[in-house]
């Protein structure tokens, strides 16, 4: 019982640092003015949301995470940034104008509309979870899953990747090619 | 059989509205389309730690593969999002989301 309660104990250490870290992170993702820095900051609350998605049992999409968003979507970010040249925007410029409390607004509406959402439909279940395997998120739990119950939406993605990686590549090149290498009539 | 240890799934939906409600203040305030994109990764997140924290929640593998086709999507959302923003920079059009209002009809 007293393993077992510090090892809740330590749980709660480590979310309270993730999830703090994770919501800071967000919030300087949306307030720093040089997008080089907020590239930074999104792999922070990428790396930091692996961490509570470990404390959920979910080993494979945690590592899936740190793989594909903070590697490959993040090293492509930076490359676009340092590409096109860092351009500075203050999000607060000019003073508070209608558009910046708008957003405000909306973003709090949105906010409120989630908690009251999810409080009033699936509040009865949530302080109860339920227990799970060892498998439970493991590459192998993952595969079994994908190859078995969840096939259509495995091949799906499949074909999505492979449109997006279609139109990445016609809208990279189709831009390079300059007037004069078009063939005249 | 292992049990949830630390704070419940309500704490983790918590961190996910928040999460949600910062990338939509992003979306919705500046005027970068990069730092547009990089706030739609925030509510792409947002979203799925809700997803997998129902998954737990419920001891049901779904809301993870769920998560997985939502990154999926994410990277590929990325991929055409960028290869819009070098096009419209090789193009020379200023890149500010409020004056990109060539195709408004």
Partial sequence: MLIASAGNVLVWIVWIVAAFACLG????????????????????NLGSLAVLYLLLNAEFVAAAQVLVYAGAVM?????????????????????????????????????????????????????????????????????????????????????????AAIGGVILGAHSRRSPEEVPSL | MTALLGPEISWYLAVSGFLFATGALGVLLRRNPLIVLLSLEIMLNGGNLALIGFSRNLGDGGGQIFALAVMAVAASEVVVGLGLVVALNRKRVTLDVDRLNTLRG
């Fill in chain 1, 75 to 163: 090293v492509m970010f930076l490359f676009v940034i340092a590409y096109i040249g860092p351009r500075t925007e203050s999000p607060w410029m000019g003073g508070p104008s209608w558009q910046a409390a708008g957003a405000v607004l909306a973003a709090g509406a949105l906010l409120v509309e989630i908690v009251v959402v999810i409080g009033l439909k699936a509040s009865g279940h949530l302080a109860h979870s339920e227990h799970v395997d060892r498998t439970f998120g493991t590459p192998a739990y993952i595969g079994r899953l994908f190859l078995t119950d969840h096939l259509l939406a495995f091949e799906i993605t499949s074909i999505v990747l492979l449109v």
């Fill in chain 1, 25 to 44: 992170s967000g919030i300087a993702v949306v307030s720093f003015s040089n997008p080089f820095y907020s590239a930074l900051a999104l792999i922070g």
